[in-house]
C-alpha cells in the first residue's frame, strides 16, 4: 500500500512541474476578462565568429592585419605637377621646402650673380652638371674627376712607374752596365755633344726632374711620405712644391722647344734602324747593333717621349697655369686638362726612367759624354758604328765646335 502511495506521489509531481513549463513557453491570445498570456520567447545563442574584414553584430571587429591599409591624407605632394614646381610654387604649397632649388644646383642650372661673366662665367654655377669621364659614373663634373684620379690616374700610374723602376733594377743587376769602352781611354777625340747641345739638354733635363719629383710627391705623397713627417710638414712641403712645379714649367716648355730643334735632323729615320728594334738594341743578342749618332731607342724617345708626349703635358700644362690668353679656364676645361696632363706626365716619367737609366748607370760612358761632350774612337765604333764611319769618311766633322782655351799664368793658349 506505501509503495503504491509513493508512486501516485511521484505522478503528481511530475504532472505539477510539466504544467509550469507549458505555461512559461506558452502566450494566451487575448480572450474574455481581459486576461492576457505570453508569447513565446525567442532562444538566445552565441553566434559564430564573424568573417575577417566584416562587422560583427556587436562587440570587436576582426581583421587580417596583412591586408590593413595606411590612411591617406591628402597634402602638397598630392598637387597635379608637384615634381615640376619651381622654388616659388613650392614655397606656397609648403613653405621653407627649397628642393626645386637644390634640386637644380645639383643638376648644374645656373643661378644668379652679380659678377660679370668676362670676369668668372661659372659664378652663378654651384655644382656643375652630371658628366661621365672615362672610367667614371654619370655623376656631377667634379665627382667624376675624382673617380678617375683617385681610381684610374693614381693607382695604375703610381704602378706603372714601380714596375718600371723595378724591372731597370733587375735588368741592372742580371746584365750590368753596357758596354766596354768607357769612353775616355781609347785612342781619338770625337765630339758627340757640342756646349750648345749640352746646355740645353741639361736646362731640360733639370726642369723635367724638378716637375717630376714636385709631381711625384703632390700626387702620390699622401701615401709614402705623409706618414713620415706628418700633415703639417706635409702641407708647407706640397705647397713648396706646388710653386715651384708652375715656376719651372715655363723653362721646362723653352728648354723643351731648343732640344727638339736641335736634334731634330739626327733623329730622322736611317739604315739600321729597323735590325736595332728588331733585336732591341743587342739586348737579345751578344753584340750591340750598329746605328748612327742616335739609335732607334733614341729617336723613339725623342718622337714619342720628347715630342708627342712633351708637347701634350706642355699644352696642358699651359691651361693649368693659366696661361693661354682668350681661354674661358672653367672648371671642367680644367679638369679635363688635368687629367690629359696627368695620364701625359706619368708615361713620360715611365719612358725618361729608361732613358736617365742608359744615360747614367746603365751603359759606360754615356755620362761622361753629355758631361764632357767628347768620346773615345773606341767608344763611338763599339756603340754608334754608322756614325763612327761616317766622321772616319769626313762626311761628318769629329770636331764639330771651336775647342775651348784656357789662359794660364804663362799666357799659354792651349786646347782643351
Known amino acids: 500500500m506505501s509503495r503504491f502511495l509513493e508512486l501516485v506521489a511521484a505522478a503528481v509531481l511530475t504532472a505539477a512541474c510539466t504544467g509550469a513549463a507549458i505555461a512559461q513557453s506558452t502566450t494566451s491570445s487575448p480572450g474574455g476578462g481581459g486576461s492576457t498570456t505570453t508569447a513565446p520567447a525567442t532562444a538566445r ?3 559564430d565568429d564573424p568573417v575577417p574584414g566584416q562587422a560583427a553584430p556587436g562587440g570587436i571587429q576582426g581583421q587580417n592585419i596583412f591586408e590593413v591599409k595606411p590612411e591617406v591624407k591628402r597634402d602638397a605632394s598630392s598637387e597635379p605637377g608637384y615634381e615640376k614646381q619651381n622654388n616659388g610654387q613650392r614655397n606656397t604649397v609648403q613653405p621653407g621646402n627649397n628642393a626645386p632649388m637644390w634640386r637644380g644646383v645639383q643638376g648644374g642650372v645656373e643661378g644668379y650673380t652679380s659678377l660679370p661673366k668676362s670676369q668668372d662665367p ?3 654655377v654651384l655644382i656643375q652638371g652630371p658628366v661621365q669621364y672615362p672610367g667614371s659614373r654619370f655623376v656631377s663634373a667634379g665627382q667624376a674627376w675624382r673617380e678617375v684620379r683617385n681610381g684610374w690616374i693614381l693607382p695604375y700610374g703610381g704602378a706603372l712607374l714601380l714596375i718600371v723602376a723595378l724591372a731597370l733594377a733587375i735588368f741592372y743587376f742580371a746584365k750590368g752596365p753596357m758596354g766596354h769602352a768607357d769612353g775616355t781611354t781609347g785612342p781619338g777625340r770625337i765630339e758627340r755633344f757640342t756646349p750648345f747641345e749640352r746646355a740645353a739638354h741639361w736646362a731640360n733635363a733639370i726642369a723635367f726632374v724638378i716637375l717630376a719629383i714636385s709631381g711625384i710627391v703632390m700626387a702620390f705623397g699622401k701615401f709614402f711620405l705623409l706618414p713620415i713627417i706628418g700633415q703639417t710638414l706635409f702641407g708647407y712641403f706640397t705647397y713648396f712644391l706646388k710653386n715651384v712645379h708652375n715656376f719651372v714649367g715655363p723653362l721646362f716648355v723653352v728648354s723643351l722647344v731648343i732640344i727638339v730643334l736641335t736634334f731634330l735632323k739626327d733623329n730622322l729615320p736611317q739604315k739600321g734602324d729597323v735590325a736595332w728594334v728588331l733585336r732591341l738594341g743587342g739586348v737579345l743578342g751578344k753584340k750591340e747593333v750598329p746605328s748612327n749618332r742616335f739609335n732607334a731607342g733614341e729617336k723613339g724617345m725623342f ?3 720628347t715630342l708627342l708626349l712633351g708637347g701634350i703635358v706642355v699644352a696642358s700644362g699651359l691651361v693649368l697655369d693659366k696661361l ?3 681661354l674661358g679656364y672653367e672648371r671642367g676645361q680644367m679638369q679635363i ?11 713620360m716619367m715611365a719612358m725618361l726612367f729608361a732613358h736617365i737609366y742608359m744615360g747614367t748607370i746603365g751603359m759606360r760612358g754615356a755620362y761622361r759624354a753629355m758631361r764632357e761632350g767628347y768620346v773615345d774612337e773606341e767608344w763611338a765604333r763599339e756603340h754608334h758604328a754608322y756614325w763612327y764611319e761616317d766622321i772616319k769618311s769626313g762626311k761628318i766633322p769629329a770636331q764639330r ?3 775651348l782655351v784656357i789662359v794660364d799664368d804663362t799666357q799659354t793658349v792651349r786646347p782643351v
Do not use: Y
Request: charged share 10%; no cysteine.
Open 45 to 47: 545563442s552565441l553566434p
Open 122 to 124: 661659372e659664378a652663378g
Open 303 to 305: 718622337w714619342i717621349g
Open 324 to 326: 693661354i690668353p682668350n
Open 337 to 347: 686638362a688635368h687629367m690629359v696632363h696627368a695620364v701625359a706626365a706619368v708615361i
Open 401 to 403: 765646335s771651336k775647342p
